[in-house]
C-alpha cells in the first residue's frame, strides 16, 4: 500500500489525489509520488482571462487601424469637395 494506494482497489487509479492534473496511474507508471504535486498547476481561468484580454486588445487596434484610414478619407474627400464648391461659387460671383 505505497502512498496509500490500495492496490486491490483500481478506482483510486483513475483519482488524481494530490490535484496536479497526473492521474495516480499515470503517476505510478512515471515513477512518481501521486501524494505530492509534481507540476504548478496552470490557472485556466487566469490563462482564460489573459488571452481574452489580448485579443479584445487586438480587435479594437485592428479595427481602429481599419476605421482611421476610412475616416482620413472621408476628410479629404470633404475637403476637395468643400474647395470644388468655393472654386464654383467664386466663378459665379465674377
Ligand atoms: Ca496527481
Given at each position: 500500500m505505497k502512498y496509500n494506494l490500495n492496490p486491490l482497489d483500481p478506482s483510486d487509479a483513475l483519482i488524481d489525489s494530490d490535484g496536479d492534473g497526473i492521474l495516480n496511474v499515470d503517476e505510478y507508471m512515471l515513477g512518481l509520488?501521486?501524494?505530492?504535486?509534481?507540476i504548478v498547476s496552470l490557472d485556466v481561468t487566469y490563462i482564460g482571462k489573459t488571452v481574452l484580454a489580448v485579443l479584445i486588445g487586438l480587435s479594437i487596434l485592428a479595427v481602429v487601424l481599419l476605421i482611421l484610414p476610412i475616416v482620413a478619407q472621408g476628410y479629404t474627400e470633404a475637403k476637395s469637395q468643400r474647395q470644388e464648391i468655393h472654386s464654383v461659387l467664386r466663378s459665379l460671383q465674377r
Open positions: 509520488d501521486p501524494t505530492r504535486k509534481d
